[in-house]
């Protein structure tokens, strides 16, 4: 179980207690994490869009609508005030669909938006790190069949092609895709995403189809560029509720396996093994196909064995976790990040950037204590000698999130969608004096 940490310690507001090794180097990339459906608004040209106007989708009845109107020019507005406070980095997606609104045309109009927003980065000093493609398709992707039709090896990478010969000149760090395996048990394994198959089988080779296409977009990328690109995983920690019981070892066992572990080892040896595919095979373009790893860490899952669970050979009994009715992030657990970005270290030997990290917390009563006792793990993994680069929060505003609609809050900053106002939380300060203090601000004890 995890032990809290005592409140003087955790207590941000509490004197920093400095240290003179700061295990973070200088360069460090200290920023947030956004993604294009998430807050750019009007994007009707792909799959989620058409999803959120079918009734009961989204739990909360909204849509992404004008989302918080990146589109329409507050992209500017929201990167000056990560700069002013102290971030020195953005991570962003751009939209497939605004890109390539029909197959094969490509909107001139699009790429001059983004190298708006990479300029205005730019300007405000902020290094970018650019996700090619975070969930959403184009409707006439979705239309072959989204991630289960053919060819999308082939259309990846014609689109990976243009859009980084275009706009390569303002990006430092190149994502390939965000999570496949949380888009694939979400929305092919599961219900509550677009295209909503519930099929074990549509799910592992939805995987599958995204692993080759980041292997074609990765390689197609690196003809094209300098800079080093890479893919975006969602590692949770999974832990057995009884850790000496030998079924919840084998549920928790599995579950990680079937989530973390079989992704890691794909890109580490190119080798599908089940249950990614019934008879292994090994894809050589993937072996050792990205330059860096993105980690995304959210929290922790307890497993209880139990056939009759909804995930596979066991059920999630950690308390407290963070979760809505539909939707669980897990219980918070700094610890876990550390084990995460050491696996990644030991069994891929790349660079590491964690690319989000963050929970709900409408009345950001959590996130500021969250905040600092996750950047400690990060300084722990440093002493542990594995190479990160990086910290990226989810997310620099409210923004949509997916199924959920607009009511849980991730935000640093506050956003009223009505009056566009922007109002950064506490925690948005918290985390400027750790930006500004190269993390030296939490002190050292992860
Ligand atoms: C996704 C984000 C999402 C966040 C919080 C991550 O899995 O990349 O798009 O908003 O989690 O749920």
New binding site residues.
């Given amino acids: 179980m995890v032990q809290p940490q005592p409140e003087s310690q955790a207590d941000p507001q509490a004197d920093p207690r400095r240290t003179s090794e700061s295990p973070f180097p200088e360069d460090f990339l200290w920023g947030a ?1 956004t ?1 294009s459906h ?1 807050v750019e608004g009007g994007n009707d040209g792909n799959d989620w869009w058409a999803w959120e106007q079918q009734p009961g989708r989204i739990r909360d009845g909204s849509v992404s609508g004008d989302g918080v109107g990146w589109w329409s020019g507050k992209a500017e507005e929201d990167l000056a005030l990560a700069a002013s406070l102290g971030q020195n980095a953005h991570r962003f997606s751009l939209e497939w669909s605004r890109i390539e609104p029909e197959p094969g045309v490509f909107d001139p109009k699009a790429i001059d938006r983004y190298r708006e927003m990479l300029a205005a980065a730019r300007e405000h000093g902020l290094t970018t790190c650019v996700t090619l493609n ?2 959403t398709l184009p409707r006439w992707v979705a239309k072959r069949g989204s991630w289960l039709g053919s060819g999308m090896g082939d259309l990846f990478s014609r689109y990976v092609a243009h859009t980084v010969a275009e706009l390569d000149d303002g990006v430092d760090l190149w994502v390939t895709l ?2 496949p395996n ?1 888009l694939a048990y979400t929305a092919y394994a599961g219900h509550l995403w677009p295209p909503g198959a519930r099929s074990l089988r549509a799910c592992f080779k939805a995987m599958r189809q995204m692993l080759k296409a980041h292997a074609r977009g990765y390689h197609r990328a690196r003809e094209l560029t300098s800079k080093p690109v890479g893919l ?1 995983l ?1 590692m949770p920690l999974f832990e057995g509720h009884r850790p000496d019981h030998p079924h919840d070892r084998i549920a928790c066992g599995f579950q990680d396996w079937a989530f973390n572990g079989l992704l890691v080892e794909a890109l580490r040896d190119g080798r599908l093994r089940f249950p990614l595919q019934l008879i292994p095979r090994t894809l050589p373009e993937l072996a050792g196909a990205c330059d860096f790893v993105g980690l ?1 860490y ?1 929290g922790r899952f307890e497993v209880q064995f139990d056939l009759r669970a909804e995930t596979p050979l066991g059920r999630h009994v950690q308390q407290p976790t963070t979760r809505t009715e539909q ?1 669980d ?1 897990g219980q918070t657990c700094p610890r876990g990040l550390t084990e995460q970005l050491v696996r990644i270290g030991e069994r891929l030997g790349k660079p590491i950037y964690v690319t ?1 990290n ?1 929970l ?1 917390d409408n009345s950001d009563t959590q996130r500021p204590e969250f905040l600092v006792r996750h950047v400690r793990a990060v300084g722990e993994a440093l002493r542990r000698g594995v190479d990160v680069r990086g910290y990226f929060h ?2 620099l505003t409210d ?1 949509f ?2 199924a ?1 609609g607009w009511s ?1 809050h ?1 935000g640093l900053i506050e956003v009223d969608r009505k009056s566009g106002e922007r109002r950064p939380r506490h925690s948005a300060e918290v985390y400027a004096r750790i930006c500004r203090s190269n993390g030296a601000w939490c002190g050292d004890s992860a």
Avoid: R
């Fill in positions: 994490a993604a998430q975070h969930f965000n999570e949380v975006v969602n995304n959210y939707t992030w989000e963050g709900f989810w997310s923004n999130e997916w959920e849980t991730f």
